[in-house]
């Protein structure tokens, strides 16, 4: 029996993969409990359809990862910092301080999670943060640390 996936199933496979599988597993198991639906004409068109949307819309947000990707590039961010005696930072600085001062000074919206710095920047000085826009987009920035 060929049915076509309406949920992740562990071993079996993905949403929207169409798969055979035994006709008691498929009649007793998936399709009582919503997790596919017989792979009939409609459903088969259907399942092609979203297909296609589910590419169009990945495709569409790669784009836009490699244009922000472009403008981060062109980027050097200044975080004002407060500063002890000795030179030292109060705390560090972190993916949360580089994300807010780019959606202040460049309005760009950067997930604070996506902003990885090698190591803690805990003096002053200029480093560089490596920002994860999308799996196939990576870039780099320059954050200079600055007394403030």
Known sequence: MKVILQADVKKLGVKGDIVEVSDGYGRNYLLPRKLAVEANAVNLNTAKVNAENKARRLQQEADEAKLLGAQLEKISVKIPVKIG???KLFGSVGGADIAKVLKEAHSLN???????IAGEVT?????EAVVKLH?????????EVVAG
């Open 85 to 87: 005696k000795d030179g």
């Open 110 to 116: 950067v997930d604070k999670r996506k902003i990885s």
């Open 123 to 127: 003096r002053l000085g200029v480093f």
């Open 135 to 143: 799996p196939e987009v990576t870039t780099k920035i320059k954050v």
